[in-house]
């Protein structure tokens, strides 16, 4: 989860994550790199006399064309291999249906048994000792880590967003629509999100929590579940 | 306590990045400088200068990504070698175990 007055992202739990944290630093080198230029041009017309001398400036015509092309497609390659891998179908293990109401979220297991439960927001008041506040939840979502995991999401009455920024997540849950995302945790752990469509008044006060475990774990949990 | 090159670029925490600023410094001083001592010419020096930090910053970032990626890719393959490595020994799935009973039928 973030920490009070985090700027930056979340620690990665997923090899896409990864990928996002690394080409926004790569995002990052080329802002800095524009924009030290920039700062540099801005000094520089600053000491410069007004002139209207010139007419011809074939030369920096062509610099100011071919740079921005090039920072463009130093850009867009790492973008659209991440673009791309996030589409990959990676043959789920497990799949997992997200349905966001007003002002919880619903989900279903239903691969082998039929295993649905809702999962409600914990009350500061209810919320025990330790527990961070707004992002706990009754019964959270248990996934086997290092397991693909598809997740189909939709909407009963209004727009809702399932997103859980460490596994790189977010995806829009439409009424009358299926969207589909999937990742892979890369260790075990507890992974909070929270709702990111406005959906009402409580829109803050329904979060999501992901429970990566081994699989002998999930199925303990499953089993516990269904039973 | 985090310092943020222009308000953005953390540079204590992104890999790579304060040794591409530092690089780049040092090879927007030699740029400038060198042109300066050749040339004599204190604004196309200055321009010199901007071009060899922004081309050395970018150049030494590219590399230190790519070794970096390439690291993290042998790091990957460790881990799931160590990993098969634990579950596999002893078992007949073992290589080792494979390569050790053709040596012997070898002999």
Request: net charge negative; charged share 20%; aromatic share 10%.
């Amino acid at each position: 989860m973030a920490n009070h007055s985090q700027f930056g992202f979340q620690d990665a739990s997923s090899p896409i994550m990864e990928e996002l944290v690394e080409f926004h630093d790569h995002a990052l080198m080329v802002a800095l790199a524009i924009c030290s230029l920039v700062l540099y041009l801005l000094a520089l017309m600053l000491m410069e006399k007004l002139s209207s001398n010139t007419v011809d400036a074939q030369e920096v015509e062509l610099i100011w064309t071919i740079l921005p092309a090039i920072v463009l497609i130093m850009l867009a390659l790492p973008s659209l291999q991440i673009l791309y891998m996030m589409d990959e179908i990676d043959e789920p293990d497990l799949t997992l249906k997200a349905i966001g109401h007003q002002w919880y979220w619903t989900y279903e297991y239903t691969d082998f048994k039929d295993l649905t439960f809702d999962s409600y927001m914990l009350p500061t008041a209810d919320l025990p000792l330790g527990h961070f506040r707004l992002l706990e939840v009754d019964h959270r979502i248990v996934i086997p880590m290092e397991s693909p995991i598809r997740v189909i999401v939709t909407a009963d009455d209004v727009l809702h967003s399932w997103a859980v920024p460490s596994l790189g997540v977010k995806t829009d849950a439409i009424p009358g629509r299926l969207n589909q995302t999937s990742f892979i945790t890369t260790r075990p752990g507890i992974f909070y999100g929270q709702c990111s469509e406005i959906c009402g008044a409580n829109h803050s006060f329904m979060p999501i929590v992901v429970e990566s475990a081994p699989l002998t774990h999930f199925e303990s949990w499953s089993s516990l579940l269904s039973s | 306590q985090s310092f943020k090159l222009l308000g953005f670029l953390d540079v204590q925490s992104v890999p790579c990045a304060r040794e591409s600023v530092l690089y780049g410094s040092l090879g927007s001083l030699v740029v400038g400088l060198g042109h300066f001592l050749a040339t004599s010419r204190v604004r196309r020096s200055c321009d010199f200068a901007v071009g060899g930090f922004i081309s050395t910053m970018l150049g030494y970032w590219f590399y230190c990504r790519y070794n970096l990626a390439q690291q993290r890719i042998r790091q990957r393959m460790l881990k799931e070698g160590m990993k098969n490595r634990i579950l596999f020994e002893g078992s007949y799935l073992d290589p080792e175990k494979n390569q050790t009973g053709n040596e012997r039928s070898d002999s």
